[in-house]
């Protein structure tokens, strides 16, 4: 099959199968577009000692000022060494579930009396600071955290990141699944 041989003029190009011209301005104005947000910088959002990265306008502005709000309030009970004031933001069920070291602890008791153990006095527990947060809104009533967690102690400074999971049943905010991973081995 032979083609004709046409000059590419502008009113040949529309003739040649739509206008090609307002695509190819369509897809390049796309492109500086994109190009243009990809430039920009995130700015960093600090409440306390939480600090985390704004997330895109498709997210729930709402849902992630309340997860911080429940983090926040979460490293202040922790800083005042109040561990079930710290334990009042996870789900109070047998279905709570926290991994942490290779291992996995069911429900709200089982991970309070976890946490008490492991940090039996004010030495242990430091000083919390998260950082790093990323809050993503799943829907209006879940969402997940990701994050970076550390303890300023007297003798070391344990650190790690983490992952938790919340859920809103419609009495606040709660986290019903909590991966967390220690950095320090």
């Given at each position: 099959?032979?083609?004709?041989?046409?000059?590419?003029?502008?009113?040949?190009l529309?003739?040649?199968?739509?206008n090609i011209?307002s695509k190819?301005l369509?897809?390049s104005f796309l492109?500086?577009?994109?190009?243009?947000c990809?430039q920009?910088?995130p700015e960093w959002?600090?409440i306390g000692?939480?600090s985390?990265?704004?997330?895109s306008?498709?997210?729930?502005?709402?849902?992630?000022?309340?997860?911080?709000?429940v983090?926040n309030a979460?490293?202040d009970?922790?800083?005042?060494?109040?561990i079930?004031?710290f334990m009042?933001?996870?789900?109070?069920d047998?279905q709570?579930?926290?991994?942490?070291?290779g291992?996995?602890?069911r429900?709200?008791?089982?991970?309070?009396e976890?946490y008490?153990?492991t940090y039996?006095?004010?030495?242990?527990?430091?000083?919390?600071d998260?950082?790093d947060?990323?809050?993503?809104?799943?829907?209006?009533d879940?969402?997940i955290v990701?994050?970076?967690w550390k303890l300023?102690r007297?003798d070391?400074t344990?650190?790690?990141?983490f992952t938790?999971?919340?859920?809103n049943?419609g009495?606040?905010?709660?986290?019903v699944?909590d991966?967390?991973t220690?950095?320090?081995?």
């Amino acid at each position: 099959m032979v083609f004709p041989e046409v000059p590419l003029e502008i009113d040949n190009l529309v003739a040649l199968g739509g206008n090609i011209v307002s695509k190819l301005l369509g897809i390049s104005f796309l492109a500086l577009a994109l190009a243009a947000c990809a430039q920009q910088s995130p700015e960093w959002r600090s409440i306390g000692n939480v600090s985390s990265i704004p997330q895109s306008a498709s997210n729930n502005a709402g849902v992630q000022m309340a997860v911080l709000d429940v983090l926040n309030a979460q490293s202040d009970a922790w800083n005042r060494g109040d561990i079930p004031a710290f334990m009042e933001h996870y789900w109070k069920d047998d279905q709570l579930r926290f991994g942490s070291g290779g291992n996995v602890t069911r429900g709200w008791q089982a991970t309070l009396e976890r946490y008490l153990q492991t940090y039996s006095n004010r030495e242990q527990m430091g000083q919390l600071d998260f950082s790093d947060l990323e809050v993503s809104a799943l829907a209006s009533d879940a969402a997940i955290v990701h994050g970076r967690w550390k303890l300023t102690r007297a003798d070391d400074t344990p650190s790690g990141l983490f992952t938790l999971v919340f859920r809103n049943f419609g009495s606040g905010w709660v986290i019903v699944s909590d991966t967390t991973t220690s950095a320090n081995r």
